[in-house]
């Protein structure tokens, strides 16, 4: 995320050096541009960049306490900056408040993150949608969610029995489904820009999220991105 200061926060870093700074250059960012790293959880996807981040340009990384004790080569290799998940703090121009949600990680947060009158949701890697998150996420006027799994794709592929019920579980991840639910329940009129993250290589496509997002910005207007895996999404345009 950039703020109207040009500094910019990095939401977790899941991809190696390399490809990182490929894709900042494919959006004119130098990786020496980068202020910060807010780290979501200790699952690989999300973080296994972050050591070699923070090492080559030595920028804070905030993350909870539970995620840097799940993982040995945090506790090696780090010193995070410690943030409750029910306490919001702020760095540089940014206000961010993180938020505990069911996952099987550690100490899971999502995050919002306010800039001036901008307020980006970013919704990744939850079992469900629970009460608190619905509620704090009805200020966001951009919200990036994980469509993680078609229901039917997941109950037809060759995973294991145990890995589905994972995935499908309430610490696991959210079906297009939840998705869709969750956004529209939202009912928020600040909402105008959903960009659908996250999704399963093998239990989803981005022909079925299209299509639940052309029904979104059908029926409110917002405007929908799909952040393909290896593709992410240009610079929106948020205020
Ligand atoms: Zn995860
Ligand atoms: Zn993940």
Known sequence: MQNNKTERLLIDCGINLVNLEKRLAERSVTLKQIDGVVIT??????????????????????MTYGTFLASSSFKRDLKPSFFSPHKKFNFLGFEIEPFPVPHDARETIAI????????????????????????????????????NYDENLLNQSKYPEALKKRISSN?????????????????????????????????????????????????????????????????????
């Open 41 to 62: 959880h200790e699952h690989g996807d999300h973080c296994k960049g972050v050591v070699s981040v923070v090492k080559k340009i030595e920028i804070p990384v905030f």
């Open 112 to 147: 919002i993150i306010k800039v001036g009158d901008c307020c980006l949701g970013v919704l990744t890697d939850t079992g469900m949608v629970t009460k608190h998150t619905l509620n704090v996420l009805k200020k966001v006027g951009a919200l990036v969610i994980e469509f």
């Open 171 to 239: 610490y696991g991840h959210l079906s297009n489904t939840s998705a869709f639910n969750l956004i529209r329940a939202l009912e928020s009129e600040y909402q105008k820009v959903i960009v659908a993250a996250h999704l399963s290589t093998n239990n989803n496509s981005e022909s079925i999220v299209n299509s639940l997002l052309e029904k979104l910005s059908h029926e409110s207007r917002v405007n929908t991105f799909i952040a393909g895996q290896s593709s992410g999404t240009p610079w929106i345009h948020v205020n």
